[in-house]
């Protein structure tokens, strides 16, 4: 079957750096992405690897290796706003998105 | 360019009732998906189109939900009746290439 996994939750400190781990068994792949989600709105769009390596963004960089199966989200210089539900999603051969259920960030002052 | 509309944002019914959510997708997106995303969890894809056609439905309960998208424009989602379980945040997504771009979400309350 096809699976992605991430943490449940994680905690940070206001100015950190956080990152936040994604791995991934799906049937083919054309794509990985990374959303967030605020408490009570949709999901939006922050990235998107298909080669292997690192996609910077301004404070949000993703980093893939699709050897691996494996992504990871990176946040710096956390902000009080970056507390949020962050979903990881896979493009499989069929081109449609597998989901993982969201890591909940909780940044603390 | 304005974003994915949908309506309503919230509903609340009695089971056994009937609810339609309506979603409209950015201009020019062929393809539109309806999800349905439960409390603490990654959204579940219920329904795909491409243009008016239908991509992938194998996880939509057909014998009470159905979708329509007759124009290749937008779409309707209905649920006929409705159970308890069905209280969710259906969310409508439409796609050119890349990443997929959300509505705003119906959040559904079955009592």
């Known amino acids: 079957g096809q699976n992605i996994d991430q943490p449940t939750e994680m905690t940070a400190t206001e100015g950190a750096i956080v990152q936040i781990n994604c791995t991934y068994q799906t049937s083919g792949f054309n794509g990985l992405f990374w959303y967030q989600q605020h408490a009570g709105e949709a999901p939006t769009f922050l990235s998107y690897n298909v080669l292997d390596g690192l996609e910077e963004k301004g404070r949000f960089s993703s980093f893939l290796s699709r050897s691996k199966g494996y992504s990871y989200l990176l946040l710096k210089e956390l902000q009080m706003k970056d507390s949020a539900s962050y979903l990881c999603a896979v493009r499989d051969s069929n081109y449609q998105l597998i989901w993982g259920a969201g890591t909940k960030l909780i940044i603390k002052p | 360019e304005a974003g994915v509309a949908q309506s309503p944002r919230y509903k609340i019914i009695e089971k056994r009732q009937s609810v339609a959510f309506w979603c409209n997708p950015i201009s020019g997106h062929a393809t539109l998906y309806w999800y349905q995303q439960i409390l603490g969890q990654g959204p579940k894809l219920l329904i795909q189109?491409?243009?008016?056609?239908?991509?992938?439905d194998s996880q939509l309960p057909k014998d009470r939900f159905s979708a329509e998208r007759l124009k290749g424009v937008d779409s309707t989602l209905k649920i006929q009746p409705a159970k308890l379980e069905d209280s969710a945040v259906y969310l409508c997504?439409?796609?050119?290439?890349?990443?997929?771009?959300f509505g705003p979400g119906t959040r559904l309350t079955v009592t």
């Open positions: 997504a439409s796609s050119s290439t890349g990443g997929e771009y």
């Open positions: 189109f491409q243009n008016n056609g239908v991509v992938d």
